[in-house]
């Protein structure tokens, strides 16, 4: 028998298990006192997972509040909707307007590779579906720990066979992203996933239930015990040494009827009939009512006996805590109904009227005919703990930023710095990433105009213009240990990079912050520290930050992983026939490097790989020279003079100029720059700096670009037919042993083709 409203008024010290939920003593006491009486059995299983670190943002809240300092206009439109609703919406022209966001699966990845990632990417394309839009393609940052470690080689395969089946069997493109592996992630893994879609501005949908006797219909999957408690309480829990401490059901995804639950959800919106929704992700049923409530004019009475279950002996407080995937809630008035039925019969999805909004402020639930909720919905969704959790600067950070790499080895001769290029090129930190993304359709739908291995992805929008997004992820976790503030605005600003060696203008930001536990002060410092440096970096770039995730608790015992505050920049171009591509095109091409280069070393793929070091101050960082690099490279694009652009990263020149090579089997020779030691100028990684080909009759054009915009250049050389990578005055290396040396790591260590 459910406990229900009418006995927890009557038994108020009956004891609850709150601390099994995840909830403190404090909080416990905050929620009977917001009932005045204990909650019921119910009840309590809402606020837990509501008010866990994953739903309710309680250690994050007091500085993200600080994404609200920036201007709400993007470079070519403003925003249509922002931070708190499912996803930022911003106008791109024409009509048109895109939404995207990123969000991370990380612990249910860990113990589920493969369910994991799936789902965190069914669940990242209905928040995306639930404003309106149709989504249009996915993207995927993932860190793993050491290639050669042993839950690696669980863990990696897992997480990549889980995304490419899901947003293979969805139909969805995956244009882009990162792999990354370090020490750090081994035991957590990183699963961020993003998903872009299209609307048109008209058909915006927001997440509210307005309208009293409007009726609430959950519609898709039916309802099952796998995900319960999933990523709202595994991503609001430190993992021991020994695995997570706890290790509830991860969720199980169906991607053949998320497909039908797009298709028939876009119908919905297109008869006009909804109004209200939001699809069924972290928290389920207690996410999706409260929310909607809590957004809308009025209150909501649901009857849990309605829902549709796979399993019929779940308890109300399952039901309400499930994360079963591919569930989405519409708002939909009373005339409507029939209509919304008949479409969702129309595409074999389920869907079942559970109950109405209600001219009081309250959340009610019923189950067998009495009451096992009855709350006010704004202090479950909305009006959680806020925590300003203590945050110090680590006593080490002095120390780290103190060992720098002046007194490390470096190589000399010629044959030591092919030695060293090659044994960067087959480390894990920069080796060829295509056994993942082989793994992915990049260009199914047919729009896709640009996709891995170029720098960004991009996605035609208008067939009959040629309108176009692209999307880039970027962070580098070395640079923020060593300086969360300066780390934070280089993922930034390799991301606005990265979007805008394609041709596109970077118009605005979503984020997926990273980082070990709250209750650590250096890890709160961390966070703090990362939050401004994007601040202000967003400030000066004129790009808004729309939405994101904040994911915590990602250490296993007491090491935290490097904090990875993962940043997506979203671009725009007006026609994507005028992209530029990121490989070397045709022999006889014309070779620049833009932006200077210095000796910047610390926190490099040099210093990591061949030292085993990390320490110093990562590469300064010029955002108005940011500027100006990017208005030169759209320039560029717009009037065709660059024949291909690709971004100086990690590995620095070297890594460029093989990738650049490598894209058409073409070969290069080049002269390294003067004033400058040979092996600075191949691996430093200054930032700000971008490889450049262009055919010898848009030279002077593209020098008189350079003069326009003040961005300083260095002629290197010429690409060639000659498959050899020949550095004047220091070595030659065929292109056959270079791709070997690349191409070969990733399946080697997982012992696979």
Same mark, same amino acid.
């Given at each position: 028998?459910?406990?229900?409203?009418?006995?927890?008024?009557?038994?108020?010290?009956?004891?609850?298990?709150?601390?099994?939920?995840?909830?403190?003593?404090?909080?416990?006491?905050?929620?009977?006192?917001?009932?005045?009486?204990?909650?019921?059995?119910?009840?309590?299983?809402?606020?837990?997972?509501?008010?866990?670190?994953?739903?309710?943002?309680?250690?994050?809240?007091?500085?993200?509040?600080?994404?609200?300092?920036?201007?709400?206009?993007?470079?070519?439109?403003?925003?249509?909707?922002?931070?708190?609703?499912?996803?930022?919406?911003?106008?791109?022209?024409?009509?048109?307007?895109?939404?995207?966001?990123?969000?991370?699966?990380?612990?249910?990845?860990?113990?589920?590779?493969?369910?994991?990632?799936?789902?965190?990417?069914?669940?990242?394309?209905?928040?995306?579906?639930?404003?309106?839009?149709?989504?249009?393609?996915?993207?995927?940052?993932?860190?793993?720990?050491?290639?050669?470690?042993?839950?690696?080689?669980?863990?990696?395969?897992?997480?990549?066979?889980?995304?490419?089946?899901?947003?293979?069997?969805?139909?969805?493109?995956?244009?882009?992203?990162?792999?990354?592996?370090?020490?750090?992630?081994?035991?957590?893994?990183?699963?961020?996933?993003?998903?872009?879609?299209?609307?048109?501005?008209?058909?915006?949908?927001?997440?509210?239930?307005?309208?009293?006797?409007?009726?609430?219909?959950?519609?898709?999957?039916?309802?099952?015990?796998?995900?319960?408690?999933?990523?709202?309480?595994?991503?609001?829990?430190?993992?021991?040494?020994?695995?997570?401490?706890?290790?509830?059901?991860?969720?199980?995804?169906?991607?053949?009827?998320?497909?039908?639950?797009?298709?028939?959800?876009?119908?919905?919106?297109?008869?006009?009939?909804?109004?209200?929704?939001?699809?069924?992700?972290?928290?389920?049923?207690?996410?999706?009512?409260?929310?909607?409530?809590?957004?809308?004019?009025?209150?909501?009475?649901?009857?849990?006996?309605?829902?549709?279950?796979?399993?019929?002996?779940?308890?109300?407080?399952?039901?309400?805590?499930?994360?079963?995937?591919?569930?989405?809630?519409?708002?939909?008035?009373?005339?409507?109904?029939?209509?919304?039925?008949?479409?969702?019969?129309?595409?074999?999805?389920?869907?079942?009227?559970?109950?109405?909004?209600?001219?009081?402020?309250?959340?009610?639930?019923?189950?067998?005919?009495?009451?096992?909720?009855?709350?006010?919905?704004?202090?479950?969704?909305?009006?959680?703990?806020?925590?300003?959790?203590?945050?110090?600067?680590?006593?080490?950070?002095?120390?780290?930023?103190?060992?720098?790499?002046?007194?490390?080895?470096?190589?000399?001769?010629?044959?030591?710095?092919?030695?060293?290029?090659?044994?960067?090129?087959?480390?894990?930190?920069?080796?060829?990433?295509?056994?993942?993304?082989?793994?992915?359709?990049?260009? *199914?739908?047919?729009?896709? +105009? %640009?996709?891995? &291995?170029?720098?960004? /992805?991009?996605?035609?929008?208008?067939? $009959? @213009? #040629?309108?176009?997004?692209?999307?880039?992820?970027?962070?580098?976790?070395?640079?923020?240990?060593?300086?969360?503030?300066?780390?934070?605005?280089?993922?930034?600003?390799?991301?606005?990079?990265?979007?805008?060696?394609?041709?596109?203008?970077?118009?605005?930001?979503?984020?997926?912050?990273?980082?070990?536990?709250?209750?650590?002060?250096?890890?709160?410092?961390?966070?703090?520290?990362?939050?401004?440096?994007? *601040?202000?970096?967003?400030? +000066? %770039?004129?790009? &808004?930050?729309?939405? /994101?995730?904040?994911?915590?608790?990602? $250490? @296993? #015992?007491?090491?935290?992983?490097?904090?990875?505050?993962?940043?997506?920049?979203?671009?725009?171009?007006?026609?994507?026939?005028?992209?530029?591509?990121?490989?070397?095109?045709?022999?006889?091409?014309?070779?620049?490097?833009?932006?200077?280069?210095?000796?910047?070393?610390?926190?490099?793929?040099?210093?990591?790989?061949?030292?085993?070091?990390?320490?110093?101050?990562?590469?300064?960082?010029?955002?108005?020279?940011?500027?100006?690099?990017?208005? %030169?490279?759209?320039?560029?694009?717009?009037?065709?003079?660059?024949?291909?652009?690709?971004?100086?990263?990690?590995?620095?020149?070297?890594?460029?100029?093989?990738?650049?090579?490598?894209?058409?089997?073409?070969?290069?020779?080049?002269?390294?720059?003067?004033?400058?030691?040979?092996?600075?100028?191949?691996?430093?990684?200054?930032?700000?700096?971008?490889?450049?080909?262009?055919?010898?009759?848009?030279?002077?054009?593209?020098?008189?670009?350079?003069?326009?915009?003040?961005?300083?250049?260095?002629?290197?050389?010429?690409?060639?037919?000659?498959?050899?990578?020949?550095?004047?005055?220091?070595?030659?290396?065929?292109?056959?042993?270079?791709?070997?040396?690349?191409?070969?790591?990733?399946?080697?260590?997982?012992?696979?083709?």
């Amino acid at each position: 028998m459910a406990d229900t409203v009418e006995n927890a008024s009557k038994t108020p010290d009956q004891a609850l298990p709150w601390a099994d939920l995840g909830l403190k003593a404090d909080e416990y006491e905050r929620i009977v006192a917001i009932l005045e009486r204990r909650p019921t059995a119910a009840e309590l299983a809402m606020y837990s997972v509501m008010w866990s670190e994953h739903c309710s943002y309680k250690s994050s809240k007091v500085h993200l509040r600080r994404f609200g300092e920036l201007t709400q206009e993007t470079p070519v439109g403003k925003m249509l909707a922002g931070i708190g609703e499912n996803a930022g919406v911003i106008d791109v022209g024409q009509g048109y307007a895109v939404t995207f966001k990123i969000e991370s699966h990380n612990h249910p990845s860990y113990v589920e590779p493969f369910q994991g990632a799936a789902t965190g990417v069914g669940g990242i394309v209905r928040d995306i579906l639930a404003m309106g839009a149709r989504p249009v393609g996915v993207m995927d940052s993932l860190r793993f720990g050491p290639l050669d470690a042993p839950d690696t080689a669980r863990v990696l395969p897992g997480v990549v066979a889980g995304v490419g089946q899901y947003g293979n069997c969805l139909g969805l493109p995956n244009i882009g992203g990162e792999v990354g592996f370090d020490t750090t992630y081994l035991g957590n893994p990183l699963v961020n996933a993003l998903c872009v879609g299209v609307l048109r501005h008209e058909d915006l949908h927001l997440a509210k239930a307005t309208g009293t006797g409007n009726k609430v219909i959950l519609y898709g999957a039916a309802t099952g015990g796998d995900g319960i408690g999933g990523v709202s309480v595994l991503a609001s829990e430190t993992f021991d040494s020994d695995g997570p401490a706890k290790r509830p059901s991860v969720q199980v995804g169906d991607p053949f009827m998320e497909k039908l639950l797009i298709e028939c959800t876009l119908e919905v919106f297109a008869a006009e009939i909804v109004s209200g929704i939001q699809d069924l992700g972290g928290a389920g049923l207690s996410c999706a009512t409260s929310e909607l409530a809590s957004a809308g004019d009025g209150g909501m009475h649901v009857d849990l006996d309605l829902v549709p279950l796979r399993d019929s002996t779940l308890s109300p407080e399952e039901i309400l805590m499930s994360e079963s995937q591919e569930r989405m809630m519409a708002v939909v008035e009373p005339g409507n109904v029939d209509k919304f039925l008949e479409i969702c019969q129309k595409w074999d999805v389920q869907a079942t009227v559970i109950g109405e909004v209600t001219d009081s402020d309250r959340l009610v639930i019923n189950w067998h005919g009495e009451t096992i909720v009855d709350v006010p919905p704004r202090t479950v969704a909305h009006e959680g703990p806020v925590y300003e959790r203590p945050l110090a600067r680590p006593a080490w950070q002095d120390e780290v930023q103190a060992r720098t790499v002046d007194d490390l080895v470096r190589p000399q001769t010629g044959a030591e710095l092919a030695d060293t290029l090659l044994r960067l090129l087959g480390s894990d930190q920069l080796c060829d990433r295509s056994w993942v993304t082989d793994q992915y359709d990049r260009y *199914v739908r047919g729009n896709s +105009v %640009l996709a891995q &291995p170029d720098d960004a /992805g991009m996605i035609r929008i208008d067939e $009959q @213009t #040629g309108l176009g997004v692209a999307l880039a992820t970027d962070c580098n976790g070395r640079f923020c240990y060593l300086d969360p503030y300066r780390g934070a605005q280089l993922a930034l600003a390799e991301a606005y990079r990265n979007v805008a060696v394609s041709g596109a203008k970077p118009v605005a930001v979503s984020d997926c912050l990273n980082f070990g536990s709250p209750e650590e002060p250096a890890v709160m410092w961390q966070f703090s520290e990362a939050i401004r440096g994007l *601040v202000d970096a967003c400030a +000066v %770039l004129g790009t &808004p930050v729309t939405g /994101g995730n904040v994911s915590f608790y990602n $250490q @296993t #015992g007491e090491t935290a992983i490097l904090p990875t505050p993962v940043i997506g920049v979203l671009g725009v171009i007006d026609d994507v026939a005028r992209r530029t591509p990121s490989g070397f095109q045709q022999a006889g091409d014309m070779i620049f490097l833009l932006g200077r280069t210095a000796d910047e070393l610390a926190g490099s793929a040099w210093a990591g790989v061949v030292h085993d070091h990390l320490g110093g101050l990562p590469p300064a960082l010029d955002l108005e020279h940011e500027q100006r690099l990017a208005e %030169l490279l759209i320039s560029g694009a717009r009037k065709g003079i660059l024949a291909s652009a690709h971004d100086l990263s990690d590995g620095g020149l070297g890594q460029a100029m093989v990738e650049a090579m490598l894209r058409r089997d073409l070969g290069a020779q080049i002269v390294l720059p003067a004033g400058l030691a040979p092996f600075v100028s191949l691996f430093s990684e200054t930032t700000g700096r971008v490889l450049i080909s262009v055919r010898p009759e848009t030279r002077a054009e593209f020098l008189g670009l350079c003069a326009t915009h003040g961005i300083s250049r260095t002629e290197l050389g010429v690409v060639t037919e000659q498959r050899d990578f020949a550095v004047s005055g220091q070595f030659t290396l065929p292109l056959d042993r270079i791709r070997e040396t690349w191409a070969g790591s990733i399946p080697a260590a997982l012992g696979v083709s």
